[in-house]
């Protein structure tokens, strides 16, 4: 199968909706910081809110 198919098909598996990085920094429910979730997250991709809200949790709680 082509490459195309097989994004598709792994997007159309997965029952949680996803946003681009625009989306979830203008979201009022993701409540997070949209100056973080606009430095960690790539322009471009798209993420469920759980997957968003766990990279900022990690980039947040990282150590320095």
């Keep these: 199968s082509s ?5 598709y098909k792994r997007q159309s598996e997965s029952a949680a ?3 681009t990085k625009e ?5 009022k429910t ?3 910081p949209q100056d ?3 430095a960690v997250l ?3 991709a798209s993420y469920t809110k759980d997957q968003a809200g766990g990279l900022v949790r ?5 150590r320095v």
């Design 3 to 7: 490459a195309a198919s097989d994004v």
């Design 17 to 19: 909706p996803t946003f």
């Design 23 to 27: 989306q979830l920094m203008g979201s």
């Design 30 to 32: 993701l409540g997070l």
């Design 36 to 38: 973080v979730v606009a």
């Design 42 to 44: 790539e322009n471009g």
């Design 58 to 62: 990690e980039f947040l709680n990282r």
